[in-house]
């Protein structure tokens, strides 16, 4: 007898299931762009779904669609245009889900300085970090005020976007996060001004999503993560405060004023149903990647993203 009620009790201590076990590749070194991810982790939403995720930052930015690709991992942090491009590229990628829902990325300028409009943009200097994308953006933001690619100079900064603006390095720089790089101007004393690209002839996007290879993805899986983050984002919308406090607690490196100034202004852009999508906003900017010259030919919206919730 007493052997039985010691097996009853270490049954009853027991998970009623293993978790699934799966890898999430960030874009970057966690920040306020990934607080539903980190909110559904240390709110037990995942653990609810059965599932035990790793969410791995990248030593390599560029990495993380890649190594999804060659099935290193369930999942990635990545961006719409990019996903366009990489999928031209061969990569088995697929759109599974929605993180940030509105463009971040914003043409930046000195607040005081001398770039009023976009036309006062001729003959001048332009920092990068990323080659690709930006030039197409560039390229419709500016002709719109009788400025070519032609007429100014492009500079890969690397990733110090803000810095070569601030000491005149260069007169502007694209790819900045408007929730970020204004931000840290403002605290470092030196404000800038963002000319926001969907404002300026570029097509809405979905700023951070997540990718899966469609050739290995487990959709159920899938399906649980994305429930477990809309979970968080209901939590976040909710309760910001709580929910910053929550977020900042989990790293020294987070409780600044510029990390606590990027949650407020990132929570509103947050995808309130990241499993969801707009097939119409994936097939403009398919199409608008084409009229730039970036891509040769049209993907069908089906090869570019999926519902992994539907029936």
């Keep these: 007898m007493k052997k039985l009620i010691t097996a009853l009790a ?15 590749l960030l874009d970057w070194f966690v920040n306020p762009d990934h607080g539903p991810i980190i909110v559904a982790q240390e709110n037990g939403y995942f653990a609810e779904q059965g599932l035990e995720v790793e969410i791995v ?13 060659a099935g290193q991992a369930d999942l990635a942090v990545s961006y719409q245009p990019q996903l366009h491009l990489q999928i031209h590229e061969g990569l088995p990628l697929k759109r599974v889900g929605t993180l940030v829902a509105t463009p971040l990325n914003c043409l930046l300028v000195l607040e005081d300085g001398p770039i009023k409009t976009l036309a006062d943009l001729k003959g001048k200097k332009i920092g990068f970090s990323v080659a690709g994308v930006e030039e197409a953006i560039l390229t419709a933001m500016l ?102 406090e929550i977020f900042a607690a989990t790293s020294p490196e987070l409780q600044d004023e510029l990390n606590a100034r990027a949650w407020v202004d990132t929570l509103p852009r ?32 089906s090869d570019i993203t999926i519902d992994v919730t539907a029936q």
Excluded at 11 to 23: G, I, N, V
Excluded at 57 to 69: E, H, I, M, N, Q
Aim: glycine share 6%; hydrophobic share 45%.
């Design 10 to 24: 270490l049954l009853a201590a027991a998970p009623a299931w293993a978790e699934d076990k799966m890898t999430v």
């Design 57 to 69: 930052p990248p030593a390599d930015p560029s990495a993380p669609p890649r190594l999804v690709a």
């Design 143 to 244: 002709n719109a005020h009788g400025v070519s690619l032609d007429d100014i100079e492009m500079i890969n900064v690397n990733f110090s976007l803000s810095p070569s603006l601030m000491t005149g390095q260069v007169d502007a720089v694209i790819g900045a996060f408007r929730n970020f790089e204004l931000n840290q101007m403002d605290i470092e004393g030196v404000p800038g001004r963002c000319f926001y690209i969907e404002e300026e002839g570029v097509p809405p996007y979905d700023e951070l999503i997540y990718v899966a290879n469609p050739e290995t993805m487990d959709k159920d899986m899938i399906a649980r993560f994305l429930a477990a983050t809309e979970k968080a984002t209901q939590f976040i919308v909710n309760n910001p405060e709580k929910s910053w």
């Design 270 to 301: 947050f995808a309130l149903r990241p499993a969801g999508f707009d097939a119409g906003r994936y097939a403009r900017f398919e199409a608008f990647l084409k009229e730039s010259g970036m891509i040769d030919s049209i993907n069908p919206v």
